[in-house]
């Protein structure tokens, strides 16, 4: 097994205070994912424990405590000097399958060495913050990533289905395509051309159950294990998820005023092999990608045959003017796989995307899909179809882009008449989200907690930062918030700010 003799100058791990889960215990969880996925390479160099208190804002003995129980374990090696080092030979990846994690003890099958890293990486990911509150019950203000539901045209949409289904054919209902249904892959093409300035033939068009599929199905076809992957930061919490599900290691690279920090991807990691990017309307900051970085990151990949991933997610709501052109539109060299959903278009519960694919690549998907289960139900393709071919589907974005200008518009007024001073909003021309500063020293974590206990859902902005880089602030949906129920829910919000202003801080390094 192939060593290190590096040093780790920092472990990017976060620790979660109001978790019942004891810090030590989430330090040792979040060490073991580390290794169990290549992030911490065997035999190299951990931090010392007195920086890794400092760096994770924890008493030293908190750090001690995981770090002796990870010794124990085999994880670690405590070398003279207080040296400690990933072992070079660990139990996990020498055949001892008595102790991989997510299997019980007594286990008699066998499993591919993905699973067990997989299993490591999903308990990482849940004890760390993640960003916007988990869907659930009805919407609250001002919860993010909330479409304008009760504008949805639901009669017209019913009678689209219910007309599909008393039609429906002998081969609709035995399952179609894999690759997704014709008449849709169709109109999507038609569609995504006119609105996006996409190139692209039906044949490019795959249908997925949303972002996530789309993503996973992408990064496992391009990825091998190990392989860097650009992802913004701060950025969309489920791309990371994804790139760690694929075996992939994320390298976090900043987002400012232009969007993706190219020049700093090619710092970090130039011969990435893939760059995952939303660069019409970035999460959570809102920004766009400029046009110098756009060719620049199209130039990279193109001499470094690395892909781009195009996370095209609300960029069809800009509240005035054309919606920008997508990169798509812009690649001569077929290095850009767009990703599409309707779940913000339409609502959440449709569970209907798509991936527009460089032509090299269609034969490579559609032999992945031939050996995979169709994506989503043919019978709601079908509805769909049909309501994109009829005109529906397009009214339906115009009438939402003027709402969501209306709504966006009533909510900087109200942040303004209820939190001036104290948050300070970004421009917001596009999409159902604003992204506000926090004036310090305010934690927006506390804020959120303080808004929660109130009743309103906001999501902070610092959870959103892969990297040590953090800035604290809020993100605002209002998508699904009417404009007369903006004031009440700014209103909260003040209230939280100065219960969050008034409460005491927490004691520096207290364990639980």
């Known amino acids: 097994m192939k060593t290190s003799t590096g040093v780790a100058s920092s472990l990017l791990l976060r620790l979660d205070s109001r978790s019942p889960t004891p810090l030590h215990e989430q330090l040792f969880e979040g060490i073991r994912a580390r290794i169990l996925t290549g992030a911490l390479a065997p035999g190299l160099r951990l931090p010392s424990s007195r920086q890794l208190a400092t760096e994770l804002d924890v008493a030293r003995s908190t750090v001690l405590q995981a770090m002796d129980a990870l010794t124990a374990e085999g994880y670690l090696v405590a070398q003279a000097g207080s040296c400690t080092r990933v072992a070079p030979e660990l139990p996990i990846l020498s055949g001892d399958r008595s102790r991989e994690p997510g299997l019980p003890a007594a ?31 009805a919407p609250r203000a001002f919860r993010p990533g909330v479409p304008a539901l009760d504008l949805f045209p639901t009669a017209l949409w019913a009678r689209t289905v219910s007309r599909v289904h008393v039609r429906a054919s002998t081969g609709l209902l035995d399952g179609g395509d894999p690759s997704g249904q014709a008449p849709l892959r169709e109109a999507i093409a038609t569609h995504v051309s006119v609105s996006r300035g996409v190139r692209c033939s039906s044949e490019q068009v795959f249908i997925t159950a949303g972002t996530q599929q789309a993503f996973d199905e992408v990064l496992r076809l391009a990825l091998n294990p190990g392989d860097s992957v650009w992802v913004e930061d701060p950025g969309y919490p489920g791309a990371r998820r994804a790139v760690l599900a694929a075996g992939g290691r994320p390298v976090p690279i900043p987002v400012d005023g232009d969007g993706l920090d190219v ?15 939303a660069p019409s309307h970035q999460y959570p900051l809102g920004v766009t990608l400029s046009l110098a970085r756009r060719m620049a990151l199209l130039q990279w990949a193109e001499r470094t045959r690395s892909l781009i991933i195009e996370d095209d997610y609300d960029s069809e709501f800009r509240h005035r003017g054309r919606p920008f052109t997508a990169l798509q539109g812009l690649d001569d060299a077929g290095c850009v796989v767009y990703v599409g959903t309707f779940s913000k278009s339409m609502f959440p519960g449709l569970r209907l995307g798509f991936l527009v694919v460089p032509p090299s690549l269609v034969d490579v998907f559609s032999v992945a899909r031939a050996a995979a289960s169709a994506p989503a139900s043919t019978l709601e393709q079908a509805a769909l179809a049909v309501f994109l071919a009829e005109g529906h589907f397009a009214r339906h974005l115009r009438r939402m882009r003027a709402a969501y200008r209306e709504r966006g518009e009533a909510l900087l007024e109200a942040l ?10 970004r421009p917001c021309d596009t999409g159902m989200q604003v992204c506000a500063s926090l004036a310090a020293p305010l934690s927006d974590l506390r804020v959120r907690d303080e808004a929660a206990r109130l009743g309103v859902e906001v999501a902070a902005l610092s959870d959103y930062f892969l990297g040590r880089r953090r800035e604290s602030g809020l993100i605002f949906g209002f998508g ?19 219960a969050a202003r008034l409460r005491p801080p927490q004691l520096k390094g207290r364990t639980r």
């Open 107 to 137: 286990a008699r099958v066998s499993i591919s060495g993905r699973g067990p890293r997989l299993a490591a990486s999903a308990r990482a990911l849940k004890s760390t913050p993640v960003g916007a509150p988990r869907l659930g019950a």
């Open 263 to 277: 020049g700093a991807g090619l710092a970090r990691a130039p011969r990435a092999r893939v760059a995952l990017v």
């Open 416 to 425: 303004h008449a209820d939190c001036s001073g104290v948050l300070m909003p």
């Open 480 to 498: 699904g918030v009417r404009p007369d129920d903006m004031r009440a829910g700014t209103r909260t919000l003040a209230r939280a700010v100065e």
